[in-house]
Nanobody
Framework: QVQLVESGGGTVQAGGSLKLSCVFT??????????MAWFRQAPGKEREFVAH????????HYADSMKDRMTISRDNAKNTVYLLMNSLKLEDTATYYC????????????????WGQGTQVTVSS
């Protein structure tokens, strides 16, 4: 069973930055073969795509509303995917989840087979 553990969340003032990490514990297949993504979910809202990164070429893709402020990256040697968040806004407050799929990369949460428990990000004014 693949395990994903996020960390790095916390409370930050608007305009600040945070870097989230997600450590992947593989089960059979190597981390480098997985497409990885970050999603977020605010209270009372649906889970929302933030960014994904492909296993094959490290190509990245972002939600349009966040692409200028977010950077997703991965370190296959450390089995870790990161999300650097800059210029944080109040509306970025949410629980952030990393997700993994051995299948096709996608913006849809249903495409991802494995999820972490989430890390809370709170942006204060």
């Amino acid at each position: 069973q693949v395990q994903l553990v996020e960390s790095g969340g916390g409370t930050v003032q608007a305009g600040g930055s945070l870097k989230l990490s997600c450590v992947f514990t593989p089960s059979g297949r190597d981390f480098s073969w997985y497409n990885m993504a970050w999603f977020r979910q605010a209270p009372g809202k649906e889970r929302e795509f933030v960014a994904h990164i492909a296993w094959a070429d490290g190509g990245t893709h972002y939600a349009d509303s966040m692409k200028d402020r977010m950077t997703i990256s991965r370190d296959n040697a450390k089995n870790t995917v990161y999300l650097l968040m800059n210029s944080l806004k109040l509306e970025d407050t949410a629980t952030y989840y990393c997700a993994a799929t051995y299948g096709a990369i996608s913006e849809e949460p249903t495409a991802y087979d494995d999820w972490g428990q989430g890390t809370q990000v709170t942006v204060s004014s």
